[in-house]
């Protein structure tokens, strides 16, 4: 398991990133490794860097450029999920084993959703290597890596966080590449929404299992979410303006937390409007 994620994270080449674990990589067969870097290694050709171009809107998906561009952004997001969770593996390598089998299936999805967006963005005649590639999630892994709820403060960022978000982001791009006529992209996002959902199911079961290792049974989802999500992120990056209720309750996550996040918002909104109630285009 370790040697299969420190090879993700020491290579730089995508296709040994993109290579995915043998029955035998999710035994614990070989020592505890070192702290794992904050950075992974790339080539140059996919290296990351700060900033990037805003991701065309949902409408604007009848150019084909624009299109591209989506592909290679989620392609590129799917790939850092990988690392990070090859990452979080190395970093906390006493969890217990089924919650780090539980990160090793999840990255192996995540490797397939990699895969899924380059085929396709390779169908508009392009690839990874044609974009700029941002830093993203890498920026928050010393936060979640320094933080005192230790490996809970991964699960709330990538499992509570990004991926819950991506609960309503891919339905949405299913039915603007859909509306354009790009079928088979499509299809990409909706199996990785379906996917995502049960990613978010494990994370949340995850983090109640480390709450009650950690003496915090009593508490309650939102109370965990928070005592472990790491600033600057917030629940208010946990959705999208289409707020898909329904998947959050397909993944288990109680209605409480729900109506959490629903109603989350960004400091910047708080600065901006302090007395606001819920969105009208949140509500599902």
Same mark, same amino acid.
């Given at each position: 398991m370790f040697a299969f994620c420190s090879r993700i994270l020491e290579a730089g080449d995508l296709a040994t990133k993109l290579a995915p674990p043998t029955a035998e990589d999710f035994e614990e067969t070989d020592p505890p490794p070192d702290a794992p870097p904050l950075r992974p290694a790339r080539d140059p050709d996919i290296a990351m860097r700060g900033g990037v171009e805003a991701l065309p809107k949902p409408g604007a998906l009848n150019d084909p450029s624009a299109r591209a561009l989506c592909l290679a952004r989620f392609a590129h997001h799917e790939?850092?999920?990988?690392?990070?969770?090859?990452?979080?593996?190395?970093?906390?390598?006493?969890?217990?084993?089924?919650?780090?089998?539980?990160?090793?299936? &999840?990255?192996?999805?995540? @490797?397939?959703?990699?895969?899924?967006?380059?085929?396709?963005?390779?169908?508009?005649?392009?690839?990874? &290597?044609?974009?700029?590639?941002?830093?993203?999630?890498?920026?928050?892994?010393?936060?979640?890596?320094?933080?005192?709820?230790?490996?809970?403060?991964?699960?709330?960022?990538?499992?509570? &966080?990004f991926e819950q978000g991506n609960l309503d982001f891919s339905p949405v791009y299913r039915d603007a590449f859909r509306a354009s006529g790009d079928e088979a992209s499509a299809r990409a996002c909706? @199996?990785?929404? !379906?996917?995502?959902?049960?990613?978010?199911?494990?994370?949340?079961?995850?983090?109640? &299992?480390?709450?009650e290792l950690d003496g915090l049974g009593g508490l309650d989802d939102v109370a965990l979410y928070e005592r472990s999500i790491p600033f600057p992120l917030s629940a208010a990056r946990a959705k999208g303006?289409?707020?898909?209720?329904?998947? !959050?309750?397909?993944?288990?996550?109680?209605?409480?937390?729900?109506?959490?996040?629903?109603?989350?918002?960004?400091? @910047?909104?708080?600065?901006?409007?302090?007395?606001?109630?819920?969105r009208s285009e949140d509500r599902s």
């Open positions: 790939l850092m999920a990988v690392e990070m969770f090859a990452w979080a593996i190395l970093r906390w390598p006493d969890l217990p084993i089924e919650i780090r089998r539980g990160f090793l299936g &999840t990255l192996r999805d995540e @490797q397939k959703h990699c895969r899924l967006y380059l085929d396709r963005l390779a169908a508009h005649g392009e690839s990874l &290597t044609d974009h700029v590639l941002s830093d993203y999630f890498w920026k928050h892994a010393s936060a979640m890596s320094e933080s005192p709820a230790g490996a809970a403060s991964f699960l709330a960022s990538m499992g509570l &966080t909706e @199996q990785v929404h !379906r996917e995502e959902i049960e990613h978010v199911r494990f994370a949340a079961i995850a983090l109640r &299992t480390l709450g303006r289409r707020f898909d209720a329904r998947a !959050r309750e397909q993944a288990g996550l109680s209605p409480v937390f729900i109506e959490y996040v629903r109603s989350a918002r960004s400091p @910047q909104e708080l600065r901006a409007h302090p007395d606001a109630g819920p």
